[in-house]
């Protein structure tokens, strides 16, 4: 949550920081109107627990919830043994942080019997706090503000249970697609499996034919087929650690994918992006030319890119520009780094977020594609000024032994190939 703040813009944070001042002066002018010192103290206190129980993590709910419940069914029975009591508000404030609660400890709550009391709780502290004004004033308190205060905690009511309502559904929604997702794990991990099984049985066919025509393999040719058959087995258990790690796990990636090497195909999304909006370039390191990449490799990059293009697609604003370079790492060439940026504004609430079906996992399920390749995925604004424009979605991964070896044998690569 401190993180999402500390995101922002400037100015969104000044904004939203002018209505909580607002409404701390507001419980401050409430508790100063009572006139008596102790009184007031209490009021402000009683309010600021009322307003913490709002924002407050959803795991420090109850607690605080029934601690400010406590406190403001405390001070109203207090406040009605004083002779000197509230003469303008009882804490306006405090009452409609009270009916927000209601709403809240519906919605949030995990326990039956927990909910129904902070509920009912909240609704009587709500109930009995204008009873802190003076004794003649209680006469117009129950003709005029008790049925407001009652048909407030219905309204509350019904709003905690329609956002408890739509969380459930988008829950399900999101269970639903994840359970997709990993339907297509599992074809996926057919695939990847069958590629490289595919190839041990062909080179062990390839010694055996070799050998039935009496012209066997020497010990150094026989040695290099072996190791290709090593290799090639070794990758078909990294594929199956990898996507069943992700099948496992509560997310998971989107998309099938088909084995494959060839980042050519990169070129297919950039091109239909240009097509459909911002124009896109893409930039790749001649290096990769010559790198046999692994399926599990190659699909990564292409999901990197994909859900990039689809997220400026989707969420930018004023993009004018897209950028996709893929290239090894100039610090450690045992890595591959892909990153895409756009020139334009989160235009949509949850720019950063994951892009995809309604709600959008994309980025949750590309996260999780990522990581079981021990590799990071990061996204967010271009440069650290927020003024500046730009978003940028960037994963790094590494590379498996067998194409490491080639890559430290290379220069560095230039500036690339631009399409």
């Given at each position: 949550m401190?993180?999402?703040?500390?995101?922002?813009?400037?100015?969104?944070?000044?904004?939203m920081s002018?209505p909580?001042?607002?409404?701390?002066?507001?419980?401050?002018?409430e508790?100063l109107?009572?006139?008596y010192a102790?009184?007031?103290?209490?009021?402000?206190?009683s309010g600021?627990?009322?307003?913490?129980?709002?924002?407050?993590p959803?795991?420090?709910?109850s607690?605080t919830a029934?601690l400010a419940?406590?406190?403001?069914?405390a001070l109203?029975?207090?406040?009605?043994?004083?002779?000197?009591?509230p003469e303008v508000?009882?804490g306006v404030?405090e009452?409609?942080?009270?009916?927000?609660?209601?709403?809240?400890a519906?919605r949030?709550g995990?326990r039956l019997?927990?909910?129904?009391?902070?509920?009912?709780?909240?609704?009587?502290a709500?109930a009995?706090?204008?009873?802190?004004l003076?004794?003649?004033?209680?006469?117009?308190?129950?003709?005029?503000?008790e049925?407001?205060?009652?048909?407030?905690f219905?309204?509350?009511?019904?709003?905690?249970?329609?956002l408890?309502?739509?969380?459930?559904?988008?829950?399900?929604?999101?269970?639903?697609d994840?359970?997709?997702?990993?339907l297509?794990?599992?074809?996926?991990l057919?695939d990847?499996?069958?590629?490289?099984?595919t190839a041990m049985i062909a080179?062990?066919?390839?010694?055996r034919?070799a050998?039935a025509?009496?012209?066997a393999?020497?010990?150094?040719?026989?040695?290099?087929?072996?190791?290709?058959?090593?290799q090639?087995?070794?990758?078909?258990m990294?594929?199956?650690r990898?996507?069943?790690?992700?099948?496992?796990?509560?997310?998971?990636?989107?998309?099938?994918?088909?084995?494959?090497?060839?980042?050519?195909?990169l070129r297919?999304?950039?091109e239909?992006?240009?097509?459909?909006?911002?124009?896109?370039?893409?930039?790749?390191d001649?290096a990769?030319?010559?790198?046999?990449l692994?399926?599990?490799?190659?699909t990564?990059?292409?999901?990197?890119v994909?859900?990039?293009?689809?997220?400026?697609?989707?969420?930018?604003?004023g993009?004018?520009?897209?950028?996709v370079?893929v290239?090894?790492?100039?610090q450690?060439?045992?890595r591959?780094?892909?990153?895409?940026?756009?020139?334009?504004?989160?235009?949509k609430?949850?720019?950063?977020a994951?892009?995809g079906?309604?709600?959008?996992?994309?980025l949750?399920?590309?996260t999780?594609?990522?990581?079981?390749?021990?590799g990071t995925?990061?996204?967010?604004?271009?440069?650290?000024d927020?003024?500046?424009?730009?978003?940028?979605?960037?994963?790094e991964?590494?590379?498996?032994?067998?194409?490491?070896?080639r890559?430290?044998?290379?220069?560095?690569?230039?500036?690339?190939?631009?399409?």
């Amino acid at each position: 949550m401190i993180q999402g703040f500390s995101r922002r813009p400037i100015w969104q944070l000044a904004l939203m920081s002018l209505p909580a001042a607002l409404l701390l002066t507001l419980l401050v002018a409430e508790g100063l109107a009572t006139g008596y010192a102790p009184t007031a103290a209490a009021t402000i206190v009683s309010g600021g627990l009322c307003v913490a129980a709002l924002v407050v993590p959803a795991g420090w709910f109850s607690r605080t919830a029934a601690l400010a419940l406590v406190w403001s069914l405390a001070l109203t029975v207090v406040t009605t043994q004083l002779v000197q009591r509230p003469e303008v508000t009882f804490g306006v404030g405090e009452m409609a942080a009270l009916l927000l609660l209601t709403a809240r400890a519906i919605r949030i709550g995990r326990r039956l019997l927990t909910t129904v009391a902070l509920a009912l709780g909240s609704g009587l502290a709500t109930a009995v706090e204008p009873l802190r004004l003076q004794e003649l004033e209680y006469h117009n308190v129950g003709n005029y503000l008790e049925p407001v205060l009652a048909l407030g905690f219905v309204l509350a009511t019904v709003l905690g249970l329609y956002l408890r309502l739509l969380d459930t559904y988008r829950s399900r929604e999101r269970a639903a697609d994840l359970q997709a997702h990993r339907l297509e794990h599992a074809r996926e991990l057919h695939d990847f499996v069958a590629h490289h099984v595919t190839a041990m049985i062909a080179q062990t066919k390839a010694v055996r034919y070799a050998s039935a025509q009496g012209r066997a393999p020497d010990p150094g040719d026989l040695d290099v087929l072996l190791a290709g058959i090593e290799q090639a087995g070794s990758q078909a258990m990294e594929s199956m650690r990898g996507m069943v790690s992700v099948l496992r796990s509560d997310t998971s990636g989107n998309g099938v994918a088909r084995p494959g090497t060839d980042l050519g195909a990169l070129r297919e999304l950039t091109e239909a992006a240009t097509s459909t909006g911002a124009p896109a370039t893409l930039t790749l390191d001649p290096a990769l030319a010559e790198l046999p990449l692994t399926p599990e490799i190659a699909t990564a990059v292409h999901r990197v890119v994909r859900e990039a293009l689809t997220n400026a697609r989707k969420h930018g604003s004023g993009v004018e520009a897209i950028t996709v370079d893929v290239r090894l790492s100039a610090q450690d060439r045992g890595r591959l780094c892909v990153v895409v940026t756009d020139d334009g504004h989160p235009a949509k609430p949850g720019r950063g977020a994951p892009v995809g079906g309604s709600g959008g996992f994309g980025l949750i399920g590309l996260t999780e594609r990522v990581h079981a390749l021990g590799g990071t995925l990061t996204t967010g604004p271009r440069e650290r000024d927020p003024a500046m424009r730009g978003w940028q979605v960037a994963a790094e991964l590494p590379l498996p032994t067998s194409v490491t070896a080639r890559t430290g044998r290379r220069e560095p690569a230039g500036d690339g190939l631009e399409g």
